[in-house]
């Protein structure tokens, strides 16, 4: 997950921006994303706007409807998709929306879920995942079945005896062959029309963590690129009980995260600027 402390305040405080960007954002609405692109040597950014307004209509379509699945008519949606499956335990999850025009000039809303565990990818009314489908079946999940087989092998061997030593070595590999296999199938695209790896597009410094390219800003931009929209505002909120940790509220904004979304996003948002 990425770090509740990661508000709007601690943004503008990170002081990348100059004065005269920070002095130009309304402070109380910079819940928008950005990140450093080593191309432009600046920091791009993209603005709240009016995203929040359509934010906080998904959030009353929320209280009404309680699902996933909110094109679905009640009797067709699918019980695995109902909020109350989805997050147990009184917990809550990230859900993004872009504003965007397309080339007649019209306004389309994107709206985005950061990725859920049990397979849960696609679902009518929200933009896919970066991963194609493909990928993530043909590859990635058999390769996840391999992984949590041996956990499973691991935890039948005596602890610390040659098998286990062998089994755990043998899980280490899996895991390590299938980060390297996923950094290759992740595309990012950005505005200037062109497409990286995730090793590419990731700018940020240390090892890179799992799971970038699954939150909802990602998700967005991508969809926006390939769809030839051009975003007008990204608002990202986080809708259900509270977060593990208690710092994220159902209902609140939050701006894309520092250790996952920033360090893909300096890429990502390059050539906004110039799509017309
Ligand atoms: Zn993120
Ligand atoms: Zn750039």
Redesign the pocket.
Known sequence: M?PDSNTGTELSARGRRSPKETTTLDQADDFGCEGFCEDCDRIHSLPVGQARFYAENLMREFECIQRLDYLANPTEAQPRLSFHRLFPRGRGH?FGVLECQNQQGERVVLRAF?SLHDGIREVEGWVPPLLSAENFFGTVLPAQKVILELTEEIKAEPLGSNSYQDLLLERKAVSQELLQTMQALYRFHNFRGEARGLKDAFLGSGRIPGGVG?????KLLNHAVLHKLKPLGIAEFYWGGVSASGKRRSGQFYS??A????PVLGFMLCGLDHVE
């Not at 250790?259 to 920033?262: D, K, N, Y």
Request: some cysteine; glycine content about 0%; overall charge negative.
């Open positions: 990425a990230m950061s699954e939150c909802c800003a990602p894309a995260c250790s996952r979304c920033e």
